[in-house]
């Protein structure tokens, strides 16, 4: 059996046809990835923290972001060592390969590889990123003779971070939901290439469809690479589900359709890849899966650059806006904004009385004074060893 985890970066639940449409006027076309979810568990109520490094690192560990500081990425002590999925199928006798197509020049220290570091730790074939512009995974399957291994394991966990759709240029910047469906049909049928050349069997292997989030479009997408936008009045187009809501859908030997939801945050990922690697043919399967999953979820998200009501310290080392989702409540909190919560679900200002308790708890133990100190005291000391780093790698240099 093989075990795909296919995780293509920025691709938003509403630009498949399983999900409702949400783009007025213009209708989702079916193309590959759209035929992948057919006859899959589909959960409708995934929710990350609208980026790549802390949602995909709960995926790929099952822990708390706040507790390994993902929230913090400067941090000397952010995405520390921890279990991942790859030593959870190595264990089980797998063979794994990692591919990530990031472009050629993308940075593979600091934060970036404390983080690459600990994801790709027990696999046996990686690829951290593009060797040149057009480098593709038939390039590395042939670097890596893969087609030998393809032949003599039968025991396969593919692991692929794809950034064709992230870093399309019809995506990236001043996009909108028509540049971003054109974009979105380009990657699939290089997602249909990908997984053709693994030879993946719908009736055999089993394949995990991820995104890690979607994507803003223009002119909110400014919040994000403007100063000056003005982030005080459209500071809740942060929490669009367009951006903050990932895919998850899974396919296996003799699936049928099935829409789960219940909501799920990232960290809840590397258990339910375990339990449908151990349950996939096990009629208590959905049982199995609904134990692991809840009724409302926190998440957060960190503030762009746009933002005026945080100084910069703030903003380097925590997540400035929280969000309680569940079935009949959606707010939100921004710190020091003049309107700190907003309904999601009315679009309207409300005051914290309207909140639920266990947000509120959030807030205080997330923003308490010893917790901020905490972190930008360790942000300072990250920053004074990274440039005591610099001196001595410029030092050696000279010598």
């Given amino acids: 059996m093989k075990q795909i985890i296919y995780l293509l970066d920025g691709l938003t639940p509403y630009a498949l046809s399983k999900f409702n449409k949400v783009y007025s006027g213009i209708t989702n076309k079916n193309n590959f990835v759209n035929k992948l979810m057919k006859n899959s568990h589909i959960y409708v109520n995934a929710f990350g923290y609208g980026e790549t490094y802390s949602t995909t690192y709960g995926f790929n560990t099952g822990q708390d972001i706040y507790k390994t500081n993902c929230d913090s990425f400067q941090n000397f002590n952010s995405f520390p060592q921890n279990k991942n999925l790859a030593l959870y199928f190595q264990k089980n006798n797998y063979k794994n390969i990692f591919f ?122 400014q919040m994000y690479f403007n100063r000056n936008f003005n982030y005080e009045s459209n500071y809740h187009n942060l929490y669009l589900k367009d951006k903050i809501q990932f895919v998850f859908f899974v396919k296996f030997p003799n699936s049928k359709k099935k829409k789960i939801v219940k909501f799920v945050e990232p960290k809840k990922i590397f258990s339910l890849i375990k339990i449908y690697n151990e349950k996939y043919n096990y009629s208590n399967l959905l049982k199995s899966i609904k134990k692991k999953l809840s009724n409302s979820i926190i998440i957060s998200l960190k503030s762009p650059i746009s933002d005026k009501f945080n100084n910069f310290f703030i903003k380097e080392t925590l997540h400035t806006h929280l969000l309680y989702l569940s079935f009949k409540k959606k707010i939100s909190f921004a710190l020091n904004h003049p309107n700190k919560y907003f309904d999601l679900i009315y679009l309207r200002i409300i005051n914290r009385k309207e909140c639920p308790k266990v947000f509120l708890n959030k807030i205080k133990n997330y923003y308490s004074k010893k917790n901020m100190y905490k972190k930008i005291f360790i942000y300072f000391m990250s920053l004074i060893n990274r440039i005591f780093q610099k001196l001595l790698t410029k030092y050696k240099n000279v010598i």
Wanted: glycine share 2%; with cysteine; proline share 2%.
């Fill in 100 to 221: 990530r197509n990031a472009h050629h020049n993308s940075p593979t220290k600091g934060f970036y590889g404390r983080y690459l570091n600990t994801i790709t730790k027990n696999f046996d074939y990686i690829c951290l990123k593009k060797k040149k512009k057009n480098y593709t995974f038939n390039n590395f399957c042939e670097d890596q003779n893969l087609d030998d291994l393809l032949i003599k394991n039968h025991n396969l966990m593919f692991y692929f971070h794809d950034f064709t759709l992230h870093d399309h240029k019809l995506v990236y910047k001043n996009s909108s939901p028509e540049k971003y469906l054109t974009a979105f049909e380009e990657a699939s049928k290089i997602i249909e290439k990908n997984l053709k050349r693994l030879k993946f069997n719908a009736n055999n292997d089993i394949l995990y469809f991820l995104s890690d989030h979607g994507m803003t479009y223009a002119p909110y997408d």
